[in-house]
């Protein structure tokens, strides 16, 4: 249902662009998050964004990362600028989705790694 992309190798200050796209016969699609996982941590949430548009974002994100929708794609990006090492990990996707009810879905991750 959630199939994420554009993970890869940046360097520090760098930028990359992470999409997420929805695929599957689906009535309409709550709220859309990025959260991601570092080896050996927890997974954490880095930003949501609801059907209406509002945002929020972890600390850590907040001033470097932004995220949108184009609801006529099915697609969430999660751009992200000045990059830093510790921003390395897995990028995963979540969304609600409904398909007659209510369901929540992952995407496979992607990972980003970024070289100081």
């Known amino acids: 249902q959630l199939q994420a992309s554009g993970g890869g190798l940046a360097q520090a200050g760098g930028s990359l662009r992470l999409s997420c796209t929805v695929s599957g016969s689906i009535f309409s699609i709550g709220a859309m998050s990025w959260y991601r996982q570092a080896p050996g941590k927890q997974r954490e949430l880095v930003a949501v964004?609801?059907?209406?548009?509002?945002?929020d974002y972890a600390d850590s994100a907040k001033g470097r990362f932004t995220i949108s929708r184009d609801n006529a794609k099915n697609t969430m990006y999660l751009q992200m600028n000045s990059l830093k090492p510790e921003d390395t990990a897995v990028y995963y996707c979540n969304a609600d989705l409904h398909e007659g009810r209510w369901n929540n879905y992952w995407g496979q991750g992607t990972l980003v790694t970024v070289s100081s």
């Open positions: 964004i609801r059907s209406g548009g509002s945002t």
